[in-house]
């Protein structure tokens, strides 16, 4: 695959998905994609799965907007690319799986998605953006603790208590 072909692939992609036509999203894949998203319980193996999990978003989030930030950032042999993104949903209806109740909220989030080429096709997707950033949007709560926090200071006691644990089962074990 050229470079071009890559940004070409790429946007074909986004487009597919904003048109909510998983048909055309799941051509531009392999039959044995993997796609591995933090929002994911387990990756998705196989166009299948790659769309059930997309199907549960789209159900989940009827709104979900992906937009590409530019430049797609492409190996040189095309191989590989670099996908900024920005994503907006608003959480409508139950979230399958694992279950989330919708709240009615809207997250914009940025993220990355990086693309590996099989010929023609994406033969795996790889998602990454901040977890807690869209989940304290949808939740409407600090997941972060305060710096200097009461907070902060029990979350750092609890590390503090299991990493002794760890290393004492570390040095039993040996």
């Known amino acids: ?11 074909a992609l986004t487009r597919a998905w904003n048109a909510r036509d998983l048909s055309t999203f799941m051509e531009h894949l392999t ?7 933090p929002a994911m319980p387990t990756p998705a193996k196989g166009r299948e799965a790659v769309r059930s999990f997309s199907q549960a978003v789209l159900e989940a989030f009827p709104d979900f907007h992906y937009v590409v930030r530019p430049p797609i950032c492409v190996a040189a042999d095309g191989s590989r690319c670099a996908v900024p993104w ?3 949903a608003t959480h409508l209806h139950p979230l399958r799986p694992p279950g989330f109740a919708p709240t009615g909220r809207q997250v914009a989030f940025d993220g990355i998605d990086l693309f590996e080429f099989r010929g023609a096709q994406v033969a795996r997707i790889a998602t990454y953006f901040n977890v807690l950033v869209p989940a304290e949007q949808l939740l409407r709560l600090r997941l972060r603790p305060q710096p200097g926090s009461f ?11 299991w990493a002794a644990w760890l290393r004492r089962r570390h040095v039993s074990a040996v």
């Open 86 to 88: 920005a994503i907006t």
């Open 31 to 37: 039959e044995d994609v993997e796609w591995d998203d």
């Open 151 to 161: 907070r902060e200071r029990a979350l750092v006691l609890a590390q503090r208590v």
């Open 1 to 11: 695959m050229t470079p071009e072909q890559a940004v070409e692939t790429a946007e």
